[in-house]
């Protein structure tokens, strides 16, 4: 394999892991979650922001495979999707992940013999004095 064909397949699936990244990285600022780990819906004004984020990076994506395409090398093309592709399936893995941890620890029966215990927020006391 020439090193020029490795090197041009690595830089052009990094450029596609930075801008996979920068997406969820996007996204993650756009929605909020509680401190038990449930992410919040976003409010009315702010719905728009998160599918126009993923539309704008994914057109993004598909201007350089097109021209990666059309000037010849369709690989380059092909393993930038890829290293688009790969940020976008590792946050949606570890999002499901976590709320599959956080359903299965809320519905544990006791009976198993697992300990669970109910962790309660830490409060601000309001009261001076």
Known sequence: MDPDVG????VSSSVGCVLGGLTVAGLYTLYRA????????AARTDA????????????????LYVI?????DRRMGDWLVLGYALPLVLAAALMI?????LMLRSRVPQNLGLKTTAVMPHRRSNHVG
């Open 48 to 63: 728009w922001k998160g599918p126009t984020l993923l539309v704008a990076s994914a057109l993004v994506v598909l201007v």
């Open 68 to 72: 990666a395409v059309r000037t010849g």
């Open 97 to 101: 992940a976590d709320e599959i941890f």
């Open 34 to 41: 509680t401190w038990e780990g449930w992410i919040l819906p």
């Open 7 to 10: 090197r041009s397949r690595v």
